[in-house]
Nanobody, 124 residues
Framework: VQLQASGGGLVQTGGSLRLSCAASGDALEYYAVGWFRQAPGKEREGVSCIPNDDDASTYYADSVKGRFTISRDNGKNTVTLQMNSLKPEDTAVYYC?????????????????WGQGTLVTVSS
């Protein structure tokens, strides 16, 4: 699976961005798809994950609950992360990843296929 992440940029505090993860080579509907981020000097962390099973729960990190929304469009083979009310602490490189059978509470260890990352910068 090849993933292409896009939509990052520079935004002011309180602004919004919409990240998109487009896949080729396989259908995302068979996998959980996660968004992860890594800020300079910090570990990679799970931001959100959407399962491939309608009965399973979508994962959001506590720090983004109520502000970020993940969704998938199986017809377009894409997953989107809508980010609202952005804060300076959301500044990071954001990666989409897939290949996991479920979300595993946002742990990046289980995701085998990664996009190249897109930079999100939130100015104060």
């Amino acid at each position: 699976v090849q993933l292409q992440a896009s939509g990052g940029g520079l935004v002011q505090t309180g602004g919004s961005l919409r990240l998109s993860c487009a896949a080729s080579g396989d259908a995302l509907e068979y996998y959980a798809v996660g968004w992860f981020r890594q800020a300079p000097g910090k570990e990679r962390e799970g931001v959100s994950c959407i399962p491939n099973d309608d009965d399973a729960s979508t994962y959001y990190a506590d720090s983004v609950k109520g502000r970020f929304t993940i969704s998938r469009d199986n017809g377009k083979n894409t997953v989107t992360l809508q980010m609202n009310s952005l804060k300076p602490e959301d500044t990071a490189v954001y990666y989409c990843a897939t290949g996991a059978p479920r979300c595993y509470s946002g742990s990046y260890l289980y995701f085998h296929y990664w996009g190249q990352g897109t930079l999100v910068t939130v100015s104060s």
